[in-house]
């Protein structure tokens, strides 16, 4: 059981002896029950709302919320009729190039900078970013561009660092399940995009995004980047099934990294519109002005002409099912 009340009651913890846990949200309590309120006490609980809800992710159920959670990264708004276009260099590379990438996304339409200062890779050899440099790159060129940022933070004790300089926080496949780092992340006070982990299941996935809610962070944003199948001829497989049936489980928005789950700069197009169509509410994708010489994944970049076009598709799309871009 799920009850929202006005204020915390210590008369009911002291009842349930343990057995809840309490989150704060929108100057309210939530308390998560296991088990029954005792009767002589629920008459005097000032109940806003109670819910039963059979799902092991329990906040982010669409059972406890049924109307579509609403998250803001700076101005921008995700989970509304808007796609929102995140785009950007895979990695900080230098202030010049990603001040020209930012200028031209946001001529095309997109909304949000993304970029990575602390890169987690496959191997030890490959570029690992810029770090604190990286950070103060995107911070610069966010406030001369007017554009807000989305990077990613690969570890707890980079969360506070990470949050002084990012309008958002995104945990990669990787960490999907590093508790600890999902722990540090819902205390940070920053939107977090948290990626679906290549062999993670939806309700993985969605209870991954519990430990964020738990903390008291409600904005988050779930981001579908491909799963590993049988399959060898992209690097993942984009779960288009997965996007639609994910947005009837759970209030939180939903987008879609076509970068990563196809890893060939000639299907992002493709399976941007399949996203978009399938009902994501925001992309995320990859652009370089010169993908061939990228220090991170230039194969799954499109160039800035490249990304111009995507959006005259997306658009088409996206007002096809009733949403803007």
């Known amino acids: 059981m799920i009850i929202t009340l006005k204020k915390e009651s210590r008369s009911l913890e002291k009842a349930l002896d343990g057995k809840f846990w309490k989150v704060p949200r929108e100057e309210r309590i939530v308390y998560i029950i296991d088990g029954k309120i005792p009767k002589d006490l629920l008459a005097e609980l000032d109940i806003e709302s ?11 159920s669409r059972e406890y919320l049924e109307e579509a959670t609403r998250v803001r990264v700076g101005e921008i708004e995700f989970g509304g009729p808007k796609v929102v276009i995140c785009a950007g260099p895979c990695a900080v590379e230098g202030h010049q190039l990603l001040l020209d990438v ?13 970029g990575g200062a602390f890169k987690p890779r496959t191997s030890p050899y490959s570029f690992q970013g ?11 060129v966010s406030e001369e561009v007017g554009i807000p940022v989305l990077t990613e933070v690969t570890a707890p ?8 300089y990012a309008d958002a926080l995104q945990i990669g496949a990787r960490n999907m399940q590093n508790f600890e780092l999902l722990r540090a992340a819902g205390k940070a006070g920053r939107p977090v995009v948290l990626k679906r ?14 430990y964020l809610l738990l903390e008291g962070n409600w904005e988050v944003i779930l981001c579908e980047r491909g799963i590993r199948t049988f399959e060898t001829a992209t690097r993942n497989t984009l779960d288009v099934a997965g996007i639609a049936l994910t947005k009837t489980m759970t209030h939180l928005p939903v987008i879609a990294d076509p970068s990563h789950a196809t890893g060939r700069r000639e299907l992002i197009a493709a399976a941007s519109r399949a996203a978009v169509a399938a009902g994501a509410d925001g992309l995320l994708i990859e652009v370089h002005p010169k993908p061939e010489i990228a220090m991170s ?17 997306i658009t088409k799309i996206a007002r096809a099912v009733g949403r803007c871009v």
């Open 297 to 313: 994944d230039g194969p799954q970049s499109l160039t800035i002409r490249e990304f111009e076009l995507l959006m005259k598709e």
């Open 130 to 140: 810029l770090g604190e440099e990286g950070l103060r790159m995107l911070r610069s």
């Open 197 to 210: 982990g290549p062999s993670a299941t939806i309700e993985e996935w969605l209870l991954a995004a519990e």
């Open 157 to 164: 004790e980079q969360v506070s660092l990470v949050s002084r």
């Open 50 to 60: 109670s819910k039963e809800t059979s799902r092991s992710f329990k906040l982010a």
């Open 102 to 114: 930012a200028r031209a996304i946001k001529d095309a339409g997109a909304s949000v900078l993304r």
